[in-house]
């Protein structure tokens, strides 16, 4: 990871991700970290990290916890939040979400092609599945 991503990833983490964190432990009801794995995104898609990736994590969980049920699921099975940016090139067949062991890992081409990538919808619809 070059001087130029570093600096990207650090205005990211210092504009939004606070903000994100903060919506996001409220939303569940408890602290779930966001680990963001800096070093798997490319310079062009770092810029893509709030809209793309945060806002429609964001969204996803809030339908899951709106009602106690869903809350209670993700305190109960998520204890943390993993982030992995994969490139666009097939990033269709190779996206992956996966709960395991507590770990909720995101691994998509955030911003790429909208094929690349996790709509809210489907971050629901996989969590809902797998809770």
């Given at each position: 990871m070059g001087l130029q991503e570093k600096r990207a990833a650090k205005s990211i983490e210092e504009q939004y991700l606070g903000d994100y964190q903060k919506e996001i432990n409220e939303i569940?009801?408890?602290?779930?970290?966001?680990?963001?794995?800096?070093?798997?995104?490319?310079?062009?898609?770092?810029k893509f990290v709030p809209s793309v990736c945060l806002q429609r994590l964001t969204d996803g969980l809030k339908?899951?916890?709106?009602?106690?049920?869903?809350?209670e699921a993700i305190q109960e099975s998520v204890n943390s939040i993993e982030v992995f940016c994969i490139p666009n090139e097939d990033a269709e067949a190779k996206k992956d979400l996966k709960l395991e062991?507590?770990?909720?890992?995101?691994?998509?081409?955030?911003?790429?092609?909208?094929s690349g990538y996790y709509t809210d919808l489907v971050i629901r619809e996989y969590l809902e599945n797998n809770l």
């Amino acid at each position: 990871m070059g001087l130029q991503e570093k600096r990207a990833a650090k205005s990211i983490e210092e504009q939004y991700l606070g903000d994100y964190q903060k919506e996001i432990n409220e939303i569940v009801g408890k602290e779930l970290p966001i680990n963001i794995n800096w070093d798997t995104f490319e310079l062009d898609f770092i810029k893509f990290v709030p809209s793309v990736c945060l806002q429609r994590l964001t969204d996803g969980l809030k339908e899951v916890c709106k009602d106690d049920m869903g809350q209670e699921a993700i305190q109960e099975s998520v204890n943390s939040i993993e982030v992995f940016c994969i490139p666009n090139e097939d990033a269709e067949a190779k996206k992956d979400l996966k709960l395991e062991n507590g770990v909720f890992s995101l691994t998509a081409c955030w911003g790429g092609h909208h094929s690349g990538y996790y709509t809210d919808l489907v971050i629901r619809e996989y969590l809902e599945n797998n809770l």
